[in-house]
């Protein structure tokens, strides 16, 4: 299963860092992804690391604001968002893979969580 937390309410220009705890997968994740959803639009990729090399995607909308990363066991992905801005509001969504895949491709992506809420407003 996957659980999200971390989300909130946070003014322009602050930070967030989500987490994404997957676990009792039959075989282990590759890839994790955070996709996210604003107000009004379809769901697109935000980041993605492989677990295998540690090597990490981002939209472009939050190169050099986001960063993506695991702990030790590998069993956490966070989500470091800096520097908010409005258009970031969305529902976040932590998915997993379990074979390998690089990018945003949401048929590859086979364990999703519920979503967490992030609301960035002044």
């Known amino acids: 299963q996957i659980v999200e937390s971390g989300g909130g309410l946070v003014q322009p220009g602050g930070s967030l860092r989500l987490s994404c705890a997957a676990s009792?997968?039959?075989?282990?994740?590759?890839?994790i992804a955070w996709f996210r959803r604003a107000p009004g639009k379809g769901r697109e990729g935000v980041s993605y690391?492989?677990?295998?090399?540690?090597?990490?995607g981002y939209v472009d909308s939050v190169k050099g604001r986001f960063a993506i990363s695991t702990d030790n066991a590998k069993d956490t992905v966070f989500l470091q968002m800096d520097s908010l801005k409005l258009e970031d509001t969305a529902v976040y969504y932590c998915?997993?893979?379990?074979?390998?895949?690089?990018?945003?491709?949401?048929?590859?992506?086979?364990?999703w969580g519920q979503g967490t809420q992030v609301t960035v407003s002044s």
């Open positions: 998915a997993a893979a379990v074979d390998y895949t690089l990018g945003f491709r949401e048929f590859e992506y086979s364990h």
């Open positions: 690391i492989v677990r295998a090399d540690q090597s990490t």
């Open positions: 009792g997968f039959t075989l282990p994740w590759t890839t």
